[in-house]
């Protein structure tokens, strides 16, 4: 396969997993924001998507939906991010499924209505980010059902995890941030519930630990869990287990990504709560957020010619 093509299917979906994140984060944080303003700012939002030159900020939370789903000046808006997924399948067609051409076209098409601002401000918000994330939920699903597996599909998974995994570090940054401001438990635990609720893992972790947010439990489970596929471990797991498979297909060369993901998976899987608060679970993440920076860089850098 040629590398453009690669580069494209990993984009695909590093591009839908991101909009993803952030319609899960944007519906969250609007549910929080209602009841505790002073708390769920939007701020930490649109400073972590807002990717324009712009200094946009609002506490306006329609406006900043707004912004962050239809601005076409910051590249990470959800609409510039299906464009962007659109345009790469559009060259990348013969790589994939019909059935998944369809799902990123319509999607694009849907977001491209006139009345859909309109539409936006005059309904329930939530109702509106739920209509978005069915079409990434429906994506997720078409892919994994449709598309063969080969070259094509490791690609895209690799895009995929390695997305993931960039957002579960920054929305935990983002939370460390806002905990950190406060000694109040019970805002802390606030806060800690709406990262579970961010990343999908609310539901599990009443489920395993059936108590209050510990920063502990929910450390554990959003790092080191096996079987919660928003994990860190998860994530890296399934990324190293798709280079592999690209390397023994002789698609990808060996280099030192094996290595980095290697040291990213020992660093995650042998790290216990008291090593973790001997470092500080601040300095724990940025090291975990610059170990995936070096993955991100070796993988676009060193396989591909460019990246997006």
């Not at 090593?275 to 993955?295: A, H, M, R, T």
Request: charged share 20%; glycine share 4%; with cysteine.
């Amino acid at each position: 396969m040629l590398s453009r093509a690669a580069n494209n299917l990993i984009w695909i979906e590093r591009y839908m997993e991101r909009g993803n994140g952030m319609l899960s984060l944007l519906k969250v944080n609007f549910s929080a924001n209602q009841d505790s303003p002073e708390l769920f700012s939007w701020s930490p939002i649109i400073k972590n998507y807002n990717a324009s030159e712009n200094d946009f900020y609002t506490e306006d939370a329609i406006e900043c939906i707004e912004y962050l789903i239809f601005n076409t000046e910051n590249p990470n808006s959800i609409l510039n991010l299906v464009t962007k997924a659109r345009e790469n399948a559009r060259s990348v067609q013969e790589h994939l499924s019909r059935e998944l051409w369809l799902c990123i076209n319509n999607y694009y098409l849907y977001l491209t209505q006139k009345d859909l601002k309109t539409k936006l401000r005059t309904e329930d918000p939530v109702v509106f980010l739920d209509e978005l994330k069915k079409f990434h939920l429906m994506y997720i699903g078409t892919m994994d059902i449709t598309q063969e597996r080969g070259p094509s599909y490791y690609f895209m998974n690799v895009g995929r995890f390695l997305e993931r995994l960039i957002q579960i570090s920054e929305f935990t940054a983002m939370k460390l941030i806002e905990v950190s401001k406060t000694t109040d438990s019970l805002e802390q635990s606030f806060y800690w519930k709406n990262l579970l609720l961010s990343v999908g893992g609310y539901q599990l972790y009443l489920k395993t630990y059936k108590s209050s947010f510990q920063e502990d439990n929910v450390i554990h489970m959003l790092f080191q869990d096996q079987l919660f596929p928003r994990s860190m471990y998860y994530c890296v797991n399934k990324l190293n287990r798709h280079v592999k498979q690209l390397i023994d297909i002789q698609e990808l060369e060996k280099n030192n990504t094996e290595f980095l993901l290697g040291k990213l998976e020992s660093t995650i899987k042998y790290a216990t709560i008291e090593s973790i608060n001997q470092q500080g679970l601040n300095q724990f993440v940025l090291g975990i957020k610059q170990d995936i920076k070096n993955i991100s860089f070796s993988i676009n850098t060193v396989y591909f010619s460019h990246s997006n």
